[in-house]
């Protein structure tokens, strides 16, 4: 049964860069994507962007195009979400979910990772 | 994008009480719809995908139904374990796009 778990809490500084990872245990298919959601206190799900480890080719939510990079090291099974240029209203939880290449059904999900930003 | 719009935002019903979601998409989106549950300080949890297909493992008082842009979800008998937030997620088009969700509470 695949895992998903993700690095660490963090806490940045208004205009700085945040990286969190996901790395997948437990599975050796190789075809999958992951997907990133973000969800803000007290709010609903944010769908932030996929990628497809095998292909390198990933996907955006237009708002955060040019700040949000979405990786993946096929070698050790982790994706990466890079976030740039952070603001307070980035805080947020951070959650990696793991479909295969057939659906969009992400049904694993990452343990998320809490971003805060603050001065 | 396409915009997806959850009704009710938040609804209270009793134990046994068949509960009706609706969510409508702001242009057709054939049957490319993930309806989601969401326990406080939670990751979601997938129900339903493709409109009406019960993931292996949720009960069958839940079911999923509608195509185009009209989707709703119901629970035919309300548990008190199903308390939480329910999202529907449109998987049609790129960005993928979540509703505002619809938060249960069992009485």
């Known amino acids: 049964q695949v895992q998903l778990v993700q690095s660490g809490a963090e806490v940045k500084k208004p205009g700085s860069s945040v990286r969190v990872s996901c790395k997948a245990s437990?599975?050796?298919?190789?075809?999958?994507?992951i997907t990133w959601v973000r969800q803000a206190p007290g709010q609903g799900l944010e769908w932030m962007g996929r990628?497809?480890?095998?292909?390198?080719?990933?996907n955006y939510a237009q708002k955060f195009e040019g700040r949000v990079t979405i990786t993946a090291d096929k070698s050790t099974s982790t994706a990466y979400m890079e976030f740039s240029n952070l603001r307070s209203d980035d805080t947020a939880v951070y959650y990696c979910?793991?479909?295969?290449?057939?659906?969009?059904?992400?049904?694993?999900w990452g343990n998320g990772t809490t971003v805060t930003v603050s001065s | 994008a396409i915009q997806l719009t959850q009704s009710p935002s938040s609804l209270s019903a009793s134990a046994g009480d068949r509960v009706t979601i609706t969510c409508r998409a702001s242009?057709?989106?054939?049957?490319?719809l993930i309806w989601y549950q969401q326990k406080p300080g939670k990751a979601p949890k997938l129900l339903i995908s493709?409109?009406?297909i019960l993931q292996s493992g949720v009960p069958s008082r839940f079911s999923g139904s509608g195509s185009g842009t009209d989707f709703t979800l119901t629970i035919s008998s309300l548990q008190p374990e199903d308390f939480g937030t329910y999202y529907c997620?449109?998987?049609?088009?790129?960005?993928?796009?979540f509703g505002g969700g619809t938060k249960v509470e069992v009485k």
């Open positions: 242009q057709a989106i054939s049957s490319h």
């Open positions: 990628t497809i480890p095998t292909l390198g080719t990933a």
């Open positions: 979910a793991r479909s295969t290449l057939a659906s969009y059904n992400m049904a694993v």
């Open positions: 997620l449109q998987v049609h088009d790129y960005p993928l796009t």
């Open positions: 493709l409109a009406s």
């Open positions: 437990g599975g050796t298919s190789h075809n999958y994507a």
